[in-house]
């Protein structure tokens, strides 16, 4: 099954859920090198595409089944942290200056780029990509936050609203809404359509870590701030219920069905880290899984997790998301590896040691070590 768009914790509303699917027989799991002195940030997938950037600002499309570079196409500047975003074909990256980029999904040739004030994170559904500009970072705080919606297509501006607080999270986006977080625990709901603000919640904590994004399911959105994860109604903010778990969440959250699915790392030497199942309605814990060094978010795809894990992150775990056994463990390297994502029974992630590697999902088979990796850019 494929998808037609590809992001940050799986689609707009960072629930980190992928269709299910079955690797083809035919399937060998693979990798390839970005090359010396080169390393790979987070990969997205879509219709059978794996799309992937370097730091040094190269980006990269990769077919998914064998590792087969399609095409490349240099930035030229250092790249910021998020995936590619990749919505009606096209894809959209941001580098560390501000900058958004639009290349097209088949041919990586630039359609339209703008300049913002600060580091950028986006959401894309519907032929409209929306952003948050977290231009108090760069200025000091003497700028508010911007939330700007643009027209995918072409880049043109469709609207802009400042956000009077230090937004810093990728926004979320469902049922016409985007949900935010910003650096202490607030979270807010805008009109997609219009940018006008819906509702807030202010929150009191000192620090809300960047890569904790809200999700959306079932008219709820999660959010964590320290070690409490909230749930709120995405109609009008109201907070449905909160509890703390003890160690800071301090990866996204994942929600499928009537559960709730995140990793906690330690904060004091009191803390017992662990990856969590909690009941969507309640909070109440299902399961955890003990993990001493704390570990990712996690992928969800039909009755599977996957988590990464380890005291350098560089195991990636399959779970059973029904009773939160492992079902196998792989070692990933000595300097880990990014939150998998999923296509087709196929799960992807990028190692810290400038390798993009496939394995069969189901099964936990990892590329051979004698097999000649391939580097992007020569097909």
Request: charged share 20%.
């Amino acid at each position: 099954m494929a998808s037609s768009s590809a992001m940050l914790q799986g689609g707009p509303a960072r629930n980190g859920v992928y269709p299910e699917g079955t690797a083809p027989q035919d399937f060998r799991p693979w990798r390839v090198r970005s090359g010396r002195h080169s390393s790979l940030q987070s990969p997205s997938v879509c219709d059978g595409t794996v799309y992937v950037c370097s730091k040094e600002g190269v980006c990269y499309a990769l077919a998914a089944l064998t590792g087969t570079v399609r095409w490349s196409t240099a930035i030229g500047e250092r790249m910021g942290f998020a995936p590619p975003v990749v919505s009606d074909g096209v894809v959209c990256v941001t580098d560390a200056i501000g900058r958004v980029y639009a290349l097209g999904a088949e041919d990586g040739q630039e359609h339209w780029r703008r300049r913002f004030d600060g580091s950028v994170q986006l959401v894309a559904d519907k032929g409209v990509v929306y952003g948050v500009d977290s231009a108090w970072l760069h200025n000091r705080g003497a700028n508010p936050a911007k939330l700007f919606a643009l027209n995918l297509a072409s880049g043109e501006p469709l609207w802009r609203t400042d956000v009077f607080d230090r937004a810093m999270t990728h926004p979320a986006l469902a049922d016409g809404r985007i949900f935010h977080t910003s650096e202490f625990g607030d979270i807010g709901a805008y009109d997609a359509a219009t940018g006008d603000r819906l509702w807030r919640v202010p929150c009191d904590s000192r620090w809300v870590d960047m890569a904790n994004s809200p999700c959306v399911g079932d008219g709820v959105v999660y959010a964590a701030v320290q070690s409490t994860l909230f749930a709120h109604a995405a109609e009008d903010g109201e907070v449905l219920w909160s509890r703390d778990y003890g160690g800071l969440i301090r990866s996204s959250v994942s929600v499928l069905g009537d559960t709730v699915y995140f990793s906690t790392k330690p904060h004091s030497r009191r803390d017992r880290p662990a990856s969590y199942a909690v009941d969507a309605a309640t909070g109440e814990i299902r399961w955890q899984l003990a993990n001493r060094y704390g570990a990712s978010a996690i992928a969800l795809s039909g009755s599977s997790g996957w988590v990464v894990s380890g005291r350098d992150i560089n195991y990636l775990y399959a779970v059973d998301l029904a009773t939160g056994t492992r079902r196998w463990k792989r070692y990933l390297g000595p300097k880990g590896g990014t939150v998998p994502v999923l296509w087709n029974g196929i799960a992807f992630l990028s190692t810290h040691t400038d390798r993009l590697i496939a394995i069969d999902a189901r099964t936990g088979q990892m590329p051979s070590r004698l097999l000649r990796s391939r580097r992007p850019g020569t097909p």
